[in-house]
C-alpha cells in the first residue's frame, strides 16, 4: 500500500482586473456573466432512453461514446426496485446508431443495493461498465463492533461486442463512487483499466485511521485488478466525492476528489457568511496506478449536501487530442456562489499542476435574497475532438419551488476561457405538482442498547436531486450525447438528445487573436475619468496600458474579456472592437501605442471603455453590501520584445512617456 500526501499547487494568475466600484475596489467570490456571446447549439429531437422500464424510477447516470466506432453510446443508470428489501437496481442501456434508439443489455440486481453507475470504452470492442453491489450477509453478524454489517463489493463486468453482451469480470473490495477509465494511447501501458474511488483506511488495530483515495489497476483486460495504491487525507478532514478520471496522451491517468476542511462537515453551517468547507484537488499517477503524485489544488470549495445531493459531485474531462489544446484539463461542479449552487469550471493548461481562476457556469442572475435557489444541479461536461468543450446541467431558473429542472447547455471555443449564453436541450421542465406520486422508501434500525427495531419511510433523496451524477457522450463524429432523467410521464425517465456545436476552436478565442501571446503578467490597466449616469445606465472609463516589465510591449495589443459582472446591474458592453457585448468582447489598444512600442514602466495613450447597465438594483446595507458595480476580468494579448539587460558600466537612455 503506497501513500502519498496531499501536496498543493501555487495558483498561477495570468488575468488583469479592470474595475469601476462606488467607493474603492471591490472583488467578487466568483465571476457569474450574463451577457455572452451565442454559440451555434444545434439540438436534435429528445429521444426517450428508458422506455422498456418506464414503470421504474431512473436517476443517477452517466454516459460515454465509443472514440472509435461512430454512433456507439452506453448510459448506466440506477433505478428503483419494487421487491421488498432491494432499494435500486443499475440498468445499462446502448445504442449502435448515434442515439436514436437504446436496448437495455445489462441489468445488475443481485444486491439490495446496485449502484453507482460508472463506464468506459476500452481497446477493439471492449466495453467495461462498474456497479457497488451490496448484500446482506447471509448469516448472523458478528458481535465484534468492526466486524462489517453486509457484503459490499465492487463489479466489474465487461463486453467483447460492444455492448451487445456481458460477463462479470472482476469484482473486489467495496470503494464508495467508483470511476472507471481506459489507457487507449497506444503507448506502452495501453489496455490498461483504472477504478478509483474513495475508502477508509484501517490501522494495525483495525481501527479506522482516516479516509483516503484508493486506485485499483489491472494489466489483463480487467480480469484481475492489482492494489489499492492509496492517497490518506490528511487527519481532521473527511471524504467530500470522487469525481470522473482521464487518461492523458502519455498514458497519465488523473482523477479528481474533494475533501472537507479540517475539522468542517458535508453540511454547510447555517451562517452563509462562513467560507468554504472543501476544497477539490486532483491526483495523478505517472506509472500506470503503481503509485500517486502529490495532489494539486484546484480551489476551495463551499458546498452543502443538505442542500441537496445533487450538488456534491464534480466531473473532470481532459482534450482527447485537438490541435489547440491537446490534455487541457477540465472541471466542473457544483458550488455555493451568492448562497445558493452554481455550477463552477475550471481548467489546467499543464496536466493539473495549475488551475485557473473558477468562473460560473450558468447565466442566470442570482436573486436580491440568497439562500432560496435557484439551486443548479448535476453539472457534466465532455469534449470532442475539435477541442469544443460542453457543459450541461440541471437549472432551476424556471422553477418557483426550487425543485423542478430543466437541462440546459454551454459551449466553450476557446479552451474553457469563456462560455456562450446558455440552451435549454429539452422542451419539457422536470416538475413536481401533486399529481407527482412521491418516490418513498422504507426501512429499519435494530438499536443494541434500547432493544428496538425503529421503522421509516423517506422520501428517497434522489427524487427531487436526480442523484449524484448526470451523463454526457461524445460520439467519435463530435456530436454530444448528454443523458438526463425528467418526470414528464409521471415517472422519472432516462432521455438524451443529439447536440452539435459549430463555429470553430481558437486559441484566445478566435483566428486574428491565436497568433498573439498572454501577456497580461506584464502589463497592467490604469483606469480614470469613470462617469456614471445612473438614469441612463451608462458608464464610462478611460483606460491606459501600463507597461510593468523590463521589455517593450510591441504591437498589436488587446485586451480581451474572460468575464463580465455586476453586483447592482446586468453588465453590457458597447464599444468592442469585435462588436462582442460581454464575453470574449476585445478592445484594440495597438493604436494607443506609440510608435516602435510601449517601453518599460511607460503609459499608453488613453482609451474609452464604455459600458451599460441594465435592472439596476439599489443599494442595501447590511452583512454583505454590494458595491462591485462593475468588474472584468481580461486578458491583454500582444508581443514582447526583449530589451537586452545593459552591459557593465553602460546606462540606458532614458525614455519620454
Known amino acids: 500500500m503506497t501513500m502519498s500526501r496531499l501536496g498543493r499547487s501555487e495558483f498561477l494568475a495570468s488575468m488583469v482586473v479592470v474595475a469601476a466600484v462606488w467607493c474603492g475596489f471591490a472583488r467578487p467570490a466568483a465571476a457569474q456573466s450574463i451577457q455572452r456571446a451565442t454559440a451555434p447549439i444545434e439540438v436534435g429531437?429528445?429521444?426517450p432512453v428508458s422506455g422498456s422500464f418506464a414503470d421504474r424510477e431512473h436517476n443517477e447516470n452517466l454516459a460515454v461514446g465509443d472514440p472509435s466506432h461512430p454512433g456507439r453510446l452506453i448510459t448506466c443508470s440506477m433505478v428503483s426496485s419494487h421487491d421488498v428489501g432491494k432499494i435500486c437496481d443499475q440498468h445499462c442501456y446502448v445504442s449502435f446508431d448515434g442515439g436514436a434508439t437504446w436496448a437495455a443489455t445489462l441489468e445488475v440486481a443481485e444486491g439490495s443495493v446496485?449502484?453507482?453507475p460508472t463506464a468506459v470504452y476500452g481497446l477493439g470492442d471492449d466495453l467495461y461498465v462498474v456497479a457497488l453491489v451490496i448484500k446482506d450477509l447471509g448469516k448472523p453478524k458478528d458481535p465484534d463492533p468492526g466486524a462489517p454489517e453486509d457484503d459490499a463489493k465492487t463489479v466489474v463486468y465487461k463486453s467483447s461486442d460492444g455492448g451487445r453482451t456481458w460477463k462479470e469480470s472482476s469484482r473486489f473490495e467495496f470503494i464508495d463512487r467508483e470511476f472507471i477509465a481506459v489507457d487507449t494511447t497506444g503507448g506502452e501501458r495501453s489496455g490498461r483499466v483504472y477504478i478509483a474511488g474513495q475508502a477508509s483506511i484501517r490501522g494495525i488495530d483495525g481501527s479506522r485511521v482516516g479516509p483516503a483515495l484508493k486506485l485499483f489497476r489491472s494489466l489483463d483486460g480487467g480480469a484481475t485488478f492489482l492494489g489499492p495504491v492509496s492517497a490518506q487525507y490528511p487527519i481532521g478532514t473527511e471524504i467530500a466525492g470522487v469525481g470522473t478520471a482521464a487518461v492523458l496522451s502519455d498514458g497519465t491517468f488523473v482523477v479528481m476528489f474533494g475533501l472537507t476542511k479540517k475539522d468542517r462537515q458535508q453540511n454547510l453551517e447555517q451562517e452563509p457568511t462562513v467560507g468554504p468547507n472543501g476544497e477539490l484537488y486532483v491526483i495523478s499517477s505517472k506509472d500506470g496506478g503503481e503509485t500517486f503524485g502529490a495532489a494539486s489544488k484546484i480551489t476551495d470549495w463551499k458546498f452543502d449536501r443538505q442542500r441537496s445531493e445533487g450538488g456534491m459531485l464534480g466531473q473532470l474531462a481532459a482534450d482527447p487530442g485537438s490541435e489547440e489544446f491537446k490534455d487541457r484539463l477540465y472541471a466542473v461542479y457544483p458550488a455555493i456562489v451568492d448562497d445558493r449552487i452554481?455550477?463552477?469550471?475550471?481548467?489546467?493548461a499543464d496536466k493539473g499542476k495549475t488551475w485557473s481562476k473558477p468562473v460560473v457556469v450558468n447565466d442566470d442572475r442570482s436573486p436580491e435574497k440568497g439562500g432560496e435557489g435557484p439551486d443548479h444541479l448535476l453539472p457534466s461536461v465532455a469534449i470532442n475532438a475539435d477541442g469544443v468543450v460542453l457543459v450541461t446541467w440541471y437549472d432551476r431558473r424556471e422553477a418557483g419551488d426550487n425543485l423542478g429542472w430543466r437541462l440546459r447547455a454551454a459551449?466553450?471555443?476557446?479552451?474553457g476561457e469563456t462560455f456562450s449564453a446558455s440552451v435549454p436541450v429539452t422542451g419539457v421542465v422536470n416538475s413536481y405538482p401533486q399529481t407527482i406520486a412521491w418516490d418513498l422508501r422504507g426501512g429499519a434500525m435494530?438499536?443494541?442498547?434500547?432493544?428496538?427495531?425503529?421503522?421509516g419511510v423517506y422520501l428517497d433523496p434522489f427524487f427531487v436531486s436526480g442523484g449524484h451524477t448526470s451523463?454526457?457522450?461524445?460520439?467519435?463524429?463530435g456530436s454530444f450525447h448528454p443523458t438526463w432523467t425528467d418526470n414528464r410521464t409521471g415517472i422519472a425517465q432516462l432521455w438524451t438528445a443529439p447536440i452539435r456545436v459549430g463555429g470553430t476552436v481558437a486559441k484566445h478565442g478566435a483566428a486574428d487573436l491565436a497568433a498573439l501571446d498572454d501577456i497580461s503578467k506584464s502589463v497592467t490597466l490604469k483606469l480614470g475619468e469613470v462617469r456614471f449616469d445612473r438614469a441612463a445606465g451608462t458608464l464610462s472609463m478611460a483606460a491606459r496600458l501600463k507597461n510593468i516589465s523590463g521589455d517593450t510591449v510591441e504591437g498589436p495589443a488587446k485586451v480581451r474579456v474572460i468575464t463580465l459582472e455586476s453586483a447592482v446591474g446586468v453588465a453590457e458592453i458597447t464599444n468592442a472592437d469585435n462588436g462582442e457585448r460581454g464575453t470574449g468582447a476585445v478592445w484594440d489598444f495597438s493604436s494607443q501605442l506609440p510608435e516602435g512600442g510601449l517601453p518599460s514602466m511607460q503609459l499608453s495613450a488613453p482609451k474609452q471603455l464604455t459600458f451599460q447597465l441594465t435592472d439596476l438594483r439599489g443599494l442595501r446595507p447590511g452583512k454583505k453590501f454590494e458595491a462591485g458595480v462593475l468588474t472584468l476580468d481580461t486578458r491583454v494579448l500582444g508581443k514582447l520584445?526583449?530589451?537586452?539587460?545593459?552591459?557593465?558600466g553602460e546606462e540606458k537612455a532614458p525614455t519620454t512617456p
Request: proline fraction near 5%.
Open 342 to 348: 452554481q455550477i463552477q469550471f475550471s481548467f489546467s
Open 471 to 477: 451523463g454526457l457522450a461524445v460520439d467519435a463524429d
Open 641 to 648: 520584445l526583449k530589451n537586452e539587460a545593459p552591459k557593465t
Open 114 to 116: 446496485n449502484g453507482d
Open 411 to 415: 459551449a466553450s471555443l476557446d479552451g
Open 446 to 455: 435494530n438499536d443494541a442498547t434500547t432493544s428496538l427495531v425503529t421503522l
Open 45 to 47: 429531437p429528445t429521444v
